[in-house]
């Protein structure tokens, strides 16, 4: 794997995180604050590599994250890894705790954890499961909720539910997955990358 620039990666989790939106080179162009030749260059860069595709829409070329193949998958999996594996010590805490749940597919932190760190009233963390598991992930955070101060304030969906909210354009849920992914990468990738 050659040597991956912070913009790569962000415009990558960019496009990952926010399955509800459509980006092109302007709009990415302003979440990186740099220009849309800078984030056109990216993108192509990108494409080539097999990573994203790329759509015509009239005049505008959109870009999606190609998980046709194990390189994609790889690659994404290695930068939500590291997006986990270089958070602050607050977080890094949190994402320590949360794992701690071993019967959720997916588990992602966000909300106020995220920004305010100490400052968090309680720790927002989106789990997916399925139907037959909820009850054990359910006593899994009661568990972890006895021995901490703060508490998880979980959000609780099967990957049908997610991909329905996704559509709906659920707005608690659209704000969960931009959060971290603590476990669980390669589902989290296959339910967003839509």
């Known amino acids: 794997m050659r040597d991956i620039t912070q913009n790569e990666m962000r415009l990558v989790l960019y496009i990952l995180k926010s399955p509800e939106k459509l980006y092109n080179a302007s709009n990415l162009s302003r979440l990186l604050g740099i220009s849309v030749m800078g984030a056109s260059k990216i993108a192509k860069k990108l494409e080539k590599d097999g990573i994203i595709t790329a759509t015509e829409h009239g005049k505008a070329i959109f870009y999606k994250i190609n998980t046709n193949n194990d390189y994609t998958r ?50 927002d963390v989106l789990l997916i499961t399925d139907k037959k598991r909820f009850s054990k992930v359910k006593t899994e955070v009661e568990g972890i909720n006895l021995i901490n101060i703060k508490k998880l304030h979980p959000i609780y969906q099967t990957k049908e539910d997610l991909k329905e909210n996704i559509k709906k354009r659920d707005k608690v849920i659209i704000n969960a997955i931009k959060g971290v992914v603590v476990s669980g990468e390669e589902i989290a990738i296959q339910l967003l990358a839509i």
């Open 74 to 123: 790889s690659y994404v999996k290695f930068l939500l890894q590291g997006e986990a594996e270089q958070s602050p010590p607050y977080i890094k805490r949190w994402i320590t705790e949360v794992k701690k749940i071993i019967d959720a597919d997916v588990i992602i932190l966000f909300g106020s954890v995220l920004t305010t760190y100490e400052g968090a009233k309680d720790i």
